[in-house]
């Protein structure tokens, strides 16, 4: 037997929820390969559904995860280990093969413009971190739209994770579920490896039975192979890789490829009391204000203001510089 198959059906055994056979020979090949690397204790194939959501939910509200929140409908309290931030740039990095391709090489000193590492440091800190890393628990697979599941402007991920705060978080910050696989086909997608970096049995007790590895944590971008890999936080976009690292890193590389942009930027529309609407596109930096803006309540009579997106714009523009479509990643800052 070839060793590829025998790997598919050592694969299989280990699938608790979905049919891996029914997807992509490149979906199974990118499953395979890092369900082989992290060796998780069962591979739950996500499906998007009402009934998985609760479940999740359930399931991390009986380990005290998380916390209902009886004010409001379906609200929940995640409280974090302080340790796990959202922003930490000097572990946010770009692997390429040479070090101009991602920034600036500085005359002395690291860039400030971000963080490059080359692709054998990368391989070396991948090898310290990820076999074995989801020992003893479920590698979740999230298949999930950056866009209207379909649409010619959207694009198509496929994120490997082992926390199910993330699959319930990717299902509000993205479409998810079943249908992304329908409409992948036999399509390109962009591969995602998440993993919180605590096999079980723990080492040592959890904060807030909250799961990370702060002292290990990596969040890697390879846009040569359209590929993200994050290790040791579960926090915000560190872990919801649609989020700053699809929808900005990696997109831009793509945007820059096709002709069209991925800006780190507000949208809204803002319509006078005679009715003309304008749409104002603004580019701040991260903790400026972007979402505030966005989301503004007019005081003066007749006016409205409509946020499209607070975070991160892909326009497309035509050969005159007119604005043609668009498409906003509709996600609050963390």
Not at 143 to 155: D, E, R
Request: glycine share 8%.
């Amino acid at each position: 037997m070839p060793a590829q198959q025998k790997a598919e059906l050592e694969v299989s055994g280990i699938v608790s929820q979905g049919n891996l056979k029914s997807l992509s020979a490149d979906v199974i090949d990118f499953i395979v390969t890092y369900a082989r690397i992290c060796l998780p204790e069962n591979i739950h194939i996500c499906d998007g559904s009402e009934e998985e959501n609760k479940k999740l939910l359930h399931q991390m509200e009986e380990i005290g995860m998380i916390k209902r929140l009886h004010k409001y409908d379906n609200c929940w309290l995640a409280r974090t280990d302080p340790r796990d931030v959202a922003r930490i740039e000097s572990k946010t990095i770009i692997v390429t093969q040479e070090q101009r391709d991602t920034v600036p090489v500085a005359k002395s000193g690291v860039s400030q413009l971000g963080r490059w590492m080359s692709e054998d440091d990368f391989e070396k800190a991948f090898k310290s971190r990820f076999p074995g890393c989801m020992r003893g628990r479920t590698m979740y697979v999230i298949p999930f739209s950056m866009g209207p599941i379909g649409s010619p402007l959207s694009k198509i991920g496929i994120q490997l994770t082992d926390s199910p705060y993330v699959v319930a978080s990717m299902r509000i910050m993205t479409r998810m579920g079943t249908a992304v696989f329908e409409a992948l086909g036999k399509g390109e997608f962009v591969k995602c490896l998440h993993s919180v970096g605590c096999p079980l049995p723990l080492r040592e007790p959890l904060v807030n039975n909250w799961p990370c590895n702060p002292e290990l944590t990596l969040i890697a971008h390879i846009p040569d192979r359209r590929e993200i890999i994050s290790f040791g936080s579960g926090y915000g976009g560190n872990s919801l890789l649609g989020k700053k690292c699809f929808a900005l890193r990696i997109a831009s590389r793509i945007a820059k490829e096709e002709g069209w942009l991925a800006e780190h930027m507000l949208i809204l529309g803002i319509t006078n009391p005679e009715g003309k609407k304008k749409y104002f596109a603004a580019a701040f930096p991260s903790a400026c204000g972007k979402t505030n803006l966005a989301m503004m309540r007019p005081s003066l009579p007749g006016w409205k203001i409509e946020c499209v997106g607070d975070d991160i714009a892909w326009m497309k523009f035509d050969e005159q510089g007119n604005y043609i479509s668009k498409y906003i990643v509709n996600m609050l800052t963390s």
